[in-house]
T-cell receptor, first 110, second 117 residues
């Protein structure tokens, strides 16, 4: 079975500071990892996925298979980054099923 | 193109009743997944349908069921409602799983807020 853990429920930083949202997973196969974001009163939406290796809105995430981690990073946080962030895993044998972490509420203070 | 729509958006039911929620996926998407979101348990997978067949099921009791129609629209039903079923129910649609085994992006609907009293 797969599991995703986000150790921080709440994270608060100041504008312009670096931010790192942690995500650890357990899965014996080859997972796909994602970060989803939910802004206030908006739908859950995909932020980025490890296979695309893109930088979206200044965020990056690297899959570290040795440490089974997929931490989300941004060098300079902006107030508009304040949102709920979910790390999610898809297993190759599970169709479109996503296993989500508990989420981290990021607040960027002015 | 139009996004995923869910109806109704809000629902209040009494314990013991049953409820049906509806999800219309993005045109061309054949996979529909359902999730339950609560403050205590977070986002929990309920089930996934692909081309009218249930492909995956989460760890929920048999009171939770679903189906998918030939136009890919999906419904989920909860019978004999309990207070603990109060939650936001999210539906997500996608093209499914790609040829290489990777998954396509999932698009989420706004959710149906179910309150059981």
């Amino acid at each position: 079975a797969q599991r995703v853990t986000q150790p921080e429920k709440l994270l608060s930083v100041f504008k312009g500071a670096p931010v790192e949202l942690k995500c650890n997973y357990s899965y014996s196969g080859s997972p796909e990892l994602f970060w989803y974001v939910q802004y206030s009163r908006q739908r859950l939406q995909l932020l980025l996925r490890h296979i695309s290796r893109e930088s979206i809105k200044g965020f990056t995430a690297d899959l570290n298979k040795g440490e089974t981690s997929f931490h989300l990073k941004k060098p300079f946080a902006q107030e508009e980054d304040s949102a709920m962030y979910y790390c999610a895993l898809s297993a190759e044998t599970s169709g479109s099923r996503l296993t989500f972490g508990e989420g981290t509420q990021l607040t960027v203070n002015p | 193109k139009a996004g995923v729509t869910q109806t109704p958006r809000y629902l209040i039911k009494t314990r013991g009743q049953q409820v049906t929620l509806s999800c219309s996926p993005i045109s061309g998407h054949r996979s529909v997944s359902w999730y339950q979101q609560t403050p205590g348990q977070g986002l929990q997978f309920l089930f996934e349908y692909f081309s009218e067949t249930q492909r995956n099921k989460g760890n929920f009791p048999g009171r939770f069921s679903g189906r998918q129609f030939s136009n890919s629209r999906s419904e989920m039903n909860v019978s004999t409602l309990e207070l603990g079923d109060s939650a936001l129910y999210l539906c997500a649609s996608s093209l499914g799983r790609g040829y290489s085994g990777g998954s396509y992006e999932q698009y989420f609907g706004p959710g149906t807020r179910l309150t059981v009293t």
